[in-house]
């Protein structure tokens, strides 16, 4: 079961760099591997969007706040 705790942005791109150095390491790559690795980086990625968005969002709300000041 997945945890229901939100991976933070850093640990996100961290997990990705890692996959990627996985994919750049391997002299003959194992395609069941190599399909959980692209499934998790799907994953990641799509998280990591909503985190921007997230993150995104929230500058403005501090921008608009700082604005009314």
Do not use: C, P, Y
Not at 11 to 17: G, T, V
């Amino acid at each position: 079961m997945k945890s229901m705790a939100r991976t933070s942005l850093s640990e996100s791109l961290k997990k990705l760099e890692e996959i990627t150095e996985w994919f750049e390491h391997q002299d003959e790559i194992d395609v069941e591997k190599a399909l959980e690795k692209v499934k998790e980086g799907v994953v990641l990625i799509k998280e990591s969007k909503t985190r921007l968005k997230e993150v995104e969002n929230e500058f403005e709300i501090v921008k608009k706040e700082l604005e009314q000041e």
